[in-house]
């Protein structure tokens, strides 16, 4: 097997002079003597001294930015700066042909590109520094909410991607269709006939896999489900993918205020874990953002650094605040006063907006805030009515710089409450029979919430727009590659 890059560097003494072979693509190649290469294994790059005397000019030649290399050679001290070791090269082998006129007309060559311009070949933004850092994030994310979950006695369980529910009630679902393009079902009016898709039965693509974790939570325990969702909603923003992760536990014999407990720790735990475990990119994403900033207007600058600023959100608790102090908050902020907000809040019963949200984050309280019991009007249909009868026992955690980054709830354990308020919210009981079912056979009080894992990534990277977060994003107009 190939050393990779990153075992070289963090145990290289047992390798100090001995040969080994690497393999990556180039970064750079300076003076013909000296390639910057990387593997993806870290962002740090390994350096080789290639002895040009010793080579074949025409392998000298074809060495350029973006080549990929196999390299054998040995291990020593490096008498330059900026690293610990180098490889002296004894052989080369270039792997892939460079197309450098192609290459050249491509974000792979070696100057700097705008995000817009990155997104634009998702494909090959995969080289760059940049998404090298973020994607490793992503990874040790998903890993870490793995971690968690696992040593706080959860199962994982895998909910279906293809469904008739509409869990969140509010109708942005994509639609299957199973139909032949040749044959395509209509009406008599010649319309297209989507009740026939899934093999007979009406389907979309699931916006939650709520409903189903509940279901095996009542037989499991603590479950959680960590996978694809996909919303229908056509909101060209950066905060929203028409396909996005979603981790999503459910807890029996839990209700709000563990719920929101076991968020915070949650939270805390994974920012934790990336900034013990992704050292490296971190301190690359701390750099580009302190960049970022010095750019902007002074006002507009952020007071702390994205360390910085991950080691403060996990030693301050989280600021716990109902629904209707928010409201009374918002209503007597200068802000609102003023008219500054675009969509005033006026009346208790206001659905909140993200500029309000992070009002409340940004301004007010400046630090996480759980907002809790909303009016029962704006929430789903399975959150647990409250004993005022006009709110339910909702959550939502808003994040500075991203707003709502987790909402859940307890859920109504009460088999005739929850037809009731399927009832009156025009959701279809029919349909949710397996659902209610679980309501019938030993209901218990349950609790349980739903994170945006991009919205997460967003965050410990201090990236700004959900697209760039996302190896390949699903958004209006996006689905190229
Ligand atoms: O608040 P939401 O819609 O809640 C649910 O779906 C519940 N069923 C979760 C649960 O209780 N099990 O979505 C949960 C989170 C949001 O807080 C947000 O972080 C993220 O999912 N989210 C999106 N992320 C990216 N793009 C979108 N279009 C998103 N919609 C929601
Ligand atoms: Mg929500």
């Not at 998404?131 to 279906?160: C, D, E, L, W």
């Not at 960590?226 to 905060?239: I, K, L, V």
């Not at 349980?448 to 190896?471: C, K, Q, S, Y």
Request: contains cysteine; aromatic residues 12%.
């Amino acid at each position: 097997m190939r050393t990779t890059i990153k075992e070289l560097l963090s145990d290289y003494k047992k390798l100090l002079h001995h040969d080994i072979t690497v393999q990556g693509w180039v970064r750079a190649f300076r003076s013909n003597r000296f390639i910057a290469l990387n593997d993806g294994s870290t962002i740090n790059n390994l350096q080789i001294v290639v002895d040009f005397e010793n080579f074949d000019e025409e392998i000298i030649k074809n060495i350029s930015t973006a080549s990929s290399l196999k390299v054998v050679g040995e291990v020593i001290e490096s008498q330059g700066s900026g690293q610990t070791i180098e490889i002296i090269a004894k052989k080369i082998q270039i792997l892939g042909d460079n197309f450098t006129e192609e290459r050249d007309k491509t974000i792979l060559q070696p100057k700097k590109h705008s995000l817009e311009v990155l997104r634009e070949q998702a494909h090959l933004r995969f080289r760059t520094n940049l998404f090298g850092a973020i994607f490793r994030v992503r990874s040790a994310v998903s890993f870490a909410i793995h971690q968690f979950f696992n040593q706080n006695q959860f199962f994982y369980m895998n909910t279906p991607l293809i469904t008739g529910a509409d869990a969140e009630g509010a109708g942005e679902m994509f639609g299957v269709t199973a139909f032949d393009l040749n044959e395509i079902p209509r009406d008599e009016n010649g319309d297209i006939d989507y009740s026939q898709d899934f093999f007979g039965k009406k389907t979309n693509l699931t916006v939650s896999g709520q409903l189903n974790v509940e279901t095996a939570m009542m037989g499991l325990g603590r479950v959680y489900t960590f996978g694809p969702t996909f919303r229908a909603e056509n909101s060209n923003t950066t905060r929203h993918l028409a396909e996005f992760w979603m981790v999503e536990p459910e807890v029996a014999f839990s209700n709000l205020e563990d719920n929101i407990d076991l968020a915070e720790d949650f939270l805390k735990y994974i920012i934790n874990y990336v900034l013990q475990n992704c050292k490296d990119d971190l301190e690359f994403l701390d750099k580009r953002f302190a960049e970022e900033q010095k750019q902007k207007p002074e006002k507009e600058r952020a007071s702390e650094g994205l360390i910085e600023k991950l080691e403060n959100v996990i030693k301050k608790r989280f600021k716990r605040v109902s629904y209707t102090e928010a409201i009374d908050i918002l209503k007597n902020s200068k802000e609102n006063k003023k008219g500054k907000f675009q969509f005033p809040i006026e009346e208790w019963g206001a659905d909140l907006q993200s500029e309000h949200e992070r009002f409340l984050v940004e301004k007010h309280f400046e630090c996480p805030v759980v907002l809790f019991d909303y009016p029962k009007e704006i929430k789903a249909f399975y959150m647990k009515l409250n004993e005022d009868g006009k709110t339910v026992a909702a959550m939502d955690v808003l994040f500075p710089g991203i707003g709502e980054i987790i909402g859940g709830s307890q859920r109504e354990d009460k088999f005739q409450v929850l037809i009731d308020k399927m009832k009156a919210m025009n959701v279809d009981e029919h349909e949710l029979w397996w659902y209610l079912d679980t309501r019938k056979f030993g209901s218990v009080p349950h609790a349980g919430f739903g994170l945006g894992l991009e919205r997460l990534i967003l965050f410990v990277t201090g990236m700004t727009n959900i697209r760039d977060v996302i190896p390949f994003p699903r958004t209006p107009h996006n689905a190229e590659f």
